[in-house]
């Protein structure tokens, strides 16, 4: 049980931003929010993490609302290597990582 | 050495033999996870190792069995192969507790 809703499928212009929706009503107080992104012919790749405060990398931004139950992944400028399929995992501690079905994001040019 | 190495990239083999894939993580790396994933589906979770002890098992049979290695290498040995067992086998490694897993590019088996 992947313990995230995230909607099936996404489209975005190529330079345009995006923001990709998670549902995590459930978390706790010690998990953490993982997003990570699967290419096409390769391993997921880490994106960005977070607790409670927006987090930025050279990747994307990360928001998470102030009661912890959804989150926002932000691409600035979706470029076409951006295309994926996006997964937001909840990591507690040592635990493994949960994979649901990920939202499919295609870039159009 | 950086990233997250597994071999063969490709594998074909019958039903009913056994195969073992091999991952190579980054030093220090003293967490690795094992992941199998279907066409068009997430990884499913195996196993993970931490410290060459098992520490977590997903719904898979004992016939998907593991080793973690004290160099940071680990594999993964499957006996009696299924024809379902076709997929793309995942190894993953992290360093420190809540932290970011690199992954490997996989190791696509295929059952005949």
């Known amino acids: 049980d992947a313990k995230t809703t995230q909607p099936n499928s996404m489209e975005s212009n190529e330079e345009e931003p995006v923001h990709l929706p998670c549902n995590h009503s459930?978390?706790?107080?010690?998990?953490?929010i993982h997003w990570y992104r699967q290419l096409p012919s390769q391993g997921p790749e880490y994106v960005i993490h977070g607790l409670t405060s927006n987090v930025n990398n050279r990747m994307a931004s990360l928001a998470i609302a102030e009661d912890r139950k959804s989150s926002t992944l932000i691409l600035h400028r979706a470029t076409l290597r951006d295309a994926a399929v996006y997964y937001c995992i909840r990591l507690s501690g040592n635990t493994p990582l949960v994979f649901g079905k990920g939202t499919r994001l295609s870039v159009i040019a | 050495e950086t990233g997250v190495t597994q071999s063969p990239t490709h594998l074909i083999k019958t039903r009913g033999q056994q195969v073992t894939l091999r991952c190579s993580s980054q030093s220090g790396h003293n967490t690795v996870s094992w992941y199998q994933q279907a066409l068009g589906q997430g990884p499913q979770f195996i196993f993970q190792y931490y410290r060459e002890e098992e520490n977590g098992r997903g719904n898979f049979p004992p016939r998907f069995s593991g080793l973690q290695f004290p160099n940071y290498s680990s594999e993964l040995n499957v006996n009696a192969l299924e024809l379902d067992d076709s997929a793309l086998y995942l190894c993953?490694?992290?360093?420190?507790?809540?932290?970011?897993?690199?992954f490997g590019s996989g190791t696509r088996l295929t059952v005949v």
């Open positions: 993953a490694s992290s360093f420190l507790d809540g932290y970011g897993y690199t």
């Open positions: 459930t978390i706790s107080g010690t998990d953490y």
